[in-house]
């Protein structure tokens, strides 16, 4: 569904959405007519209160409310997208402004495949930082587990109490997660 790709003056290729979504009346028309057509994917679920004539308001309301052009060309870049119905639907029945959608964070802009993605990204960032943090710590089998029974925990020894006391051991079981202390 995106724009053939072109090249303009100086060597730069751009789409023919990105080079009509200025505030020019010529590019005010074709960054209507565009937004207009956006407004309804053919993949979406079809709306049967929203006639053209309300997609023509809707388009024109939008195009009063962003004006700027990097507004445009996020508004464009997102009623591209083929996951985001639901942001195409709440902007056709007006519940959602121009001025709102500007507002809208990155997690509500983004597909449901793009969270799967950011979120399989976020846990291997995790276990990287874990197994990290893991390889500066002493791990020992010497203890075991009072919640898993396993016997893989890591530790680290600290005097809390009078120098003639003896020094209590800080565990976390490897498995499970567990923490205890010992003496």
């Known amino acids: 569904m995106g724009s053939m790709p072109r090249d303009n003056n100086n060597g730069a290729t751009t789409t023919s959405h990105e080079t009509n979504v200025g505030t020019g009346n010529n ?16 993949d ?12 023509r308001a809707v388009a024109q309301e ?3 409310e962003i004006v700027q052009l ?15 119905s639901a942001l195409r639907q709440k902007l056709a029945t007006r519940v959602l402004s121009g001025r709102e959608f500007l507002k809208l964070g990155r997690d509500e802009l983004m597909t449901e495949e793009e969270k799967q ?23 020992t089998s010497l203890f075991k587990c009072p919640a898993c029974g396993e016997n893989r925990c ?12 003896p020094t209590t051991k800080f565990l976390r079981c ?6 205890w202390t010992t003496e």
């Open 27 to 42: 590019s005010q028309i074709s960054f209507l007519s565009r937004v207009q057509q956006l407004l309804v994917h053919p």
């Open 44 to 55: 979406d679920p079809h709306v049967s209160t929203v006639t053209s004539e309300d997609l």
């Open 62 to 64: 939008l195009c009063s």
């Open 70 to 84: 990097e507004d445009r060309k996020h508004l464009l870049k997102h009623l591209e997208k083929p996951g985001l």
């Open 117 to 139: 993605l950011e979120e399989q990204r976020i846990t291997k960032i995790i276990e990287e930082q874990e197994k990290v943090s893991l390889a500066n710590v002493a791990v």
């Open 154 to 165: 890591s530790f680290y020894e600290q005097q809390i109490r009078s120098a003639d006391e």
């Open 174 to 179: 490897l498995e499970c997660n567990n923490a």
